[in-house]
């Protein structure tokens, strides 16, 4: 038997039987390839959601220790004197990826290697490892690209003590050098492709930041730039924002084997984390070792005068100027502020990221809920994007005739341990096609398809298509806010900020997605089952039912008293948006000036 631990068929040997390591590996557009093939898939380890929260466990312990023991060590390899804050700002959104995505190969791979003892698989060979660039670089590649993760199950096979039942070839030069190993432009490529009027504007917003000294420095993708103006007219301009990207980047720069062997040198405290440390020189971002020091001293100079409050929503992830900014304001004394950007927060059972936000800001500001710890840290804020759905969802209108079906894209391979289906999207496929082919025809030909902006090579369109011949698909720059406009019912497959939007809106709505792979929170069960009860939420294979019965006038059903009580309670607690919200912003920003100030002073 041959184990396929990707989707490049090309690195099969087709003559025997396969054990694909994931149902990523049968890749929608290679159907010609495998569909005749004889094949079994290794069945899911987080098939159960007790799996999904043990994994999630084992990674937050890894990377909570892993930390410790890198502040140590990249600071005495770049000379600093840095606190764990301050590496877990740079690398925890690294760590996030790297240590769920290798702990789900890993487990996968010692679960093929027990079911078919002495199996043969082939590995890249190490030469033709790729180190990436930044952490979204590593995103990107570890999210969807096959040759990457050909090398990670690589590093994997090479190291781990299971595997040694394995039976490996490496696969020849001329093939590797046919894989797809280059990455997609990342935040370092991108600024080499400067143009004159983006220098101009760079030093212009030097020349700003010097003299107006901002006590607020804001991430650039938190608010659109007409709602930004309205919060820096609301704090008196005493805040400002970074330019898009964040800060010039260092070139590549040469790979330094000394540094990265140092990394080899790490404590193991069990099989996972020894493999962890083994593979992780191999792919440890460039941009925290060789080109850490270049990369930094550019960043201050995009910033040169301190903030006191550092606020951001998604810049923690992969701005690398912004992390690089944040972390260093925050050894100084400045106070940092997170803000919701996304519909799992506060309601999923397991959200790493929500733990990670938390971990690294001093105050994180929630689209209306709270209830974390300790208290306090967590502060319900007023968000402008709720106001634009209300508008969007405007008053009663019978005159509107589609259906529109707003769906998710996870990656194909699993990148995080969370609630919601980790490896599992094929049963989300297959629902969405089940609701569309059970719509009564009169139903479907008034059915948009809102697709994610990312396909991930699920091949979606090309999917339903197959399926359900003639489908209407929304283009790809048509907002949500203005397909709801002309909707007569919306369906949401999934838990994530779509539907808040849509529910904010106040348009008849079906939520659809099963609670067996989205688990939600203890606290939050109330809020859910109040929107069940009112028909608003229901499991994907009622829902073409539902649907049908309600779209000849979903409205005499959506204005009810149980649906508007159960969608309001909602909203308050999950989508709140108020018209001074910009005055509610900066309220809260001129509290953490006044907390940092008195931080400050007492140091």
Not at 295 to 308: D, I
Not at 347 to 367: A, G, K, M, N
């Amino acid at each position: 038997m041959f184990l396929a631990t990707t989707g490049l068929t090309e690195c099969w040997d087709t003559r025997e039987e396969l054990l694909l390591l994931g149902p990523w590996c049968l890749r929608y557009d290679r159907r010609a390839t495998w569909d005749r093939l004889r094949y079994t898939i290794l069945p899911n380890p987080w098939e159960e959601a007790t799996a999904v929260r043990a994994a999630a466990a084992l990674c937050e312990q890894t990377i909570d220790t892993l930390l410790e023991d890198l502040t140590e060590v990249l600071n005495r390899l770049h000379g600093t004197r840095w606190s764990s804050r301050y590496w877990r700002i740079l690398l925890g959104p690294w760590l996030l990826y790297y240590v769920h995505a290798l702990y789900d190969r890993y487990v996968r791979l010692e679960r093929a290697c027990a079911a078919s003892p002495g199996m043969t698989t082939s590995l890249l060979p190490p030469p033709a490892y790729r180190r990436t660039l930044d952490t979204g670089d590593f995103a990107r590649s570890v999210s969807e690209a096959d040759a990457f993760n050909l090398q990670l199950c690589s590093q994997i096979v090479r190291v781990a003590p299971f595997t040694s039942m394995l039976r490996w070839t490496e696969l020849p030069v001329e093939l590797t050098r046919q894989l797809v190993l280059t990455s997609e432009p990342s935040a370092l490529d991108a600024w080499r492709r400067r143009s004159v009027p983006r220098l101009f504007a760079y030093a212009a917003h030097r020349q700003l930041v010097r003299a107006l000294c901002p006590r607020v420095m804001l991430g650039r993708e938190l608010l659109s730039c007409r709602n930004l103006m309205r919060v820096l007219r609301a704090m008196a301009f005493r805040g400002g924002a970074l330019p898009t990207p964040a800060a010039p980047v260092c070139e590549k720069r040469p790979i330094d084997e000394r540094m990265r062997d140092r990394l080899r040198q790490l404590p193991a405290r069990d099989a996972f984390s020894a493999t962890l440390v083994k593979t992780s020189p191999d792919n440890f971002p460039l941009i925290f070792l060789e080109g850490y020091a270049a990369f930094r001293e550019a960043c201050l100079r995009q910033w040169p005068s301190p903030p006191r409050v550092v606020c951001a929503s998604i810049s923690w992830y992969l701005d690398e100027g912004f992390k690089f900014l944040a972390a260093e304001f925050r050894e100084t004394g400045a106070r940092l502020v997170g803000i919701q950007h996304g519909g799992g927060y506060g309601t999923y059972e397991v959200h790493p990221f929500e733990r990670f936000e938390l971990s690294i800001t001093d105050r994180w500001c929630s689209f209306g809920w709270d209830g974390a710890t300790p208290p306090g840290r967590v502060q319900p804020l007023p968000h402008p994007r709720f106001l634009r759905a209300k508008a969007a969802g405007g008053p009663r209108r019978r005159g509107r005739d589609a259906i529109v079906l707003v769906t998710t894209s996870p990656p194909r391979y699993p990148v995080r341990f969370n609630s919601t289906p980790v490896g599992q999207f094929d049963t989300v496929l297959a629902g969405r096609i089940h609701l569309l082919q059970r719509l009564p025809p009169a139903s479907r030909r008034h059915v948009i398809v809102r697709l994610d902006w990312a396909d991930y090579g699920w091949c979606h369109r090309q999917r339903l298509l197959e399926a359900c011949a003639a489908l209407q698909f929304s283009t790809a720059d048509e907002s949500l806010e203005a397909l709801v406009a002309r909707a007569r019912l919306v369906i949401v497959e999934y838990p994530g900020t779509a539907y808040l939007d849509v529910l904010a809106a106040n348009v008849p709505t079906v939520l659809s997605w099963s609670e067996r792979y989205w688990r939600i929170r203890e606290a939050e069960a109330p809020y859910f089952t109040a929107l069940r009860a009112a028909g608003i939420w229901c499991e994907p294979e009622q829902a073409a039912e539902r649907v049908a019965a309600l779209y000849p006038d979903p409205w005499a059903w959506w204005v009810t008293t149980e649906v508007q009580e159960a969608r309001a309670r909602f909203v308050e607690r999950h989508a709140v948006g108020r018209p001074d919200w910009a005055r509610c912003w900066a309220a809260a920003l001129a509290e953490e000036i006044r907390l940092s100030d008195g931080v400050g002073q007492a140091r």
